[in-house]
């Protein structure tokens, strides 16, 4: 008798796999601060991501040295999970492609993704992405490296859905300090932080177009930081409001004291975990025909948002039920 299928093969078929990951992106910008977080990720698990920040962490006229000691790191044992990404200059500086060169010659095979910041256009990010793809043929890599970028420009924004559209797209990043900067002062710098970065129209605007960009092309959309460094709550506050009132599947964070908090804000709740994997273990039973549960309906579309809580989950590190846990296993 053959095997049922995978849940991904029966509700997802001809879609584009979308990139479940880590729910928290930690950035560091100097070799100490990048140890200090791999170190973590080892104790921790490869719950989060750590960003290595070739853009801002780079001092100026050192941004070769930098790039190197980086690539150095993505190699090192150290980056034992291989979830260690690089944030390049943008496209307006001088070095990026030579971040992008170093890289990719260095640690080609072990980055997880290269972010690129500052574009302002989908063609601009197409230029940059290219050049990105044309390095790594040079130098005989098979894999597509993925590429975040980060929406903090009034272009950008105006581009959201042309830029997740392109290939090799794998998040849609919120730059909120930069975007509120880039407004002329016409936003006040208390919308740099909450509650009035959840409450100024302009900022809502931005983060629901880059939530809307994303998910429709099956990108991940990725929250701003939280810049209170004494209150690791405040992250977690941040990153309930943006999962729950916004739709963020992943944010950033800015020093280590915020990488729990953000996980647990992006974990779905557990009465929710289990009614998910309740409603697909019947609705497998049934060859995902309908079902009533509790007395309503559920259908593929339903059993669609169950599995993505499932997803959701897993991605954070929760303790699924044992009856679904074959879904997850290494193919």
Same mark, same amino acid.
């Given at each position: 008798?053959?095997?049922?299928?995978?849940?991904?093969?029966?509700?997802f078929?001809?879609?584009?796999?979308?990139? $479940?990951?880590?729910?928290?992106?930690?950035?560091?910008?100097?070799?100490r601060?990048?140890l200090?977080?791999?170190? +973590?990720?080892?104790r921790?698990?490869?719950?989060?991501?750590?960003?290595?920040d070739?853009?801002?962490?780079?001092?100026?006229? !050192?941004?070769?040295?930098?790039?190197?000691?980086?690539a150095?790191?993505?190699?090192?044992?150290?980056?034992?999970?291989?979830?260690?990404?690089?944030?390049?200059?943008?496209?307006?500086?001088?070095? $990026?492609?030579?971040d992008?060169d170093?890289?990719?010659d260095? &640690?080609?095979h072990?980055?997880?993704?290269?972010?690129?910041?500052?574009?302002r256009?989908?063609?601009?990010?197409?230029?940059?992405?290219?050049?990105?793809e044309?390095?790594?043929?040079?130098?005989?890599?098979?894999?597509?490296?993925?590429?975040?970028?980060?929406?903090?420009?009034?272009?950008?924004?105006r581009?959201?859905?042309?830029?997740?559209?392109?290939?090799?797209?794998?998040?849609?990043?919120?730059?909120?300090?930069?975007?509120?900067?880039?407004h002329?002062g016409?936003?006040?710098?208390?919308?740099?932080?909450?509650?009035?970065?959840?409450?100024?129209?302009?900022i809502?605007?931005?983060?629901?177009?880059?939530?809307? =960009?994303?998910?429709?092309h099956?990108c991940?959309?990725?929250?701003?930081?939280?810049?209170?460094?004494?209150?690791?709550?405040?992250? +977690?506050?941040d &990153? $309930?409001?943006? !999962?729950?009132?916004?739709?963020?599947? !992943?944010? $950033?964070?800015?020093?280590?004291?915020?990488?729990?908090?953000?996980?647990? =804000?992006?974990?779905?709740?557990?009465q929710?975990?289990?009614?998910?994997?309740?409603?697909l273990?019947?609705?497998?039973?049934?060859?995902?025909?309908?079902i009533?549960h509790?007395?309503?309906?559920h259908?593929?579309?339903?059993?669609?948002?169950y599995?993505?809580?499932l997803?959701?989950?897993?991605?954070?590190g929760?303790v699924?039920?044992?009856?679904?846990?074959?879904?997850?296993?290494p193919?």
């Amino acid at each position: 008798m053959p095997s049922a299928p995978h849940p991904e093969q029966v509700l997802f078929q001809g879609e584009k796999p979308f990139p $479940w990951l880590p729910a928290c992106e930690h950035y560091a910008g100097n070799e100490r601060f990048i140890l200090k977080a791999l170190e +973590y990720q080892q104790r921790l698990g490869p719950l989060f991501d750590v960003s290595c920040d070739c853009e801002d962490g780079a001092p100026v006229g !050192r941004e070769l040295e930098h790039a190197q000691m980086v690539a150095e790191l993505l190699n090192a044992a150290a980056n034992r999970f291989g979830r260690c990404g690089v944030r390049i200059h943008g496209p307006d500086h001088p070095h $990026w492609r030579k971040d992008v060169d170093v890289i990719i010659d260095g &640690a080609g095979h072990r980055v997880a993704y290269v972010t690129l910041p500052k574009v302002r256009s989908a063609g601009q990010a197409r230029e940059m992405i290219e050049y990105l793809e044309g390095r790594c043929r040079e130098r005989g890599l098979t894999r597509r490296i993925p590429v975040h970028v980060l929406i903090e420009t009034h272009g950008a924004l105006r581009d959201a859905f042309a830029i997740a559209a392109l290939p090799g797209v794998e998040t849609l990043d919120f730059g909120l300090l930069d975007f509120v900067s880039g407004h002329h002062g016409a936003i006040p710098a208390s919308a740099m932080r909450s509650p009035a970065q959840f409450e100024h129209h302009l900022i809502r605007r931005a983060k629901c177009e880059v939530v809307a =960009a994303a998910l429709a092309h099956g990108c991940v959309p990725v929250h701003n930081v939280t810049t209170d460094l004494d209150n690791p709550y405040r992250a +977690y506050e941040d &990153a $309930w409001r943006a !999962r729950t009132e916004y739709g963020f599947l !992943r944010m $950033w964070s800015i020093h280590p004291s915020q990488i729990q908090p953000i996980v647990d =804000a992006m974990r779905p709740r557990h009465q929710e975990i289990e009614e998910a994997a309740t409603i697909l273990l019947a609705a497998q039973r049934s060859g995902w025909a309908p079902i009533r549960h509790r007395g309503e309906l559920h259908d593929r579309a339903s059993y669609r948002y169950y599995w993505c809580i499932l997803r959701q989950a897993r991605a954070t590190g929760t303790v699924l039920p044992p009856e679904v846990e074959p879904w997850f296993a290494p193919a």
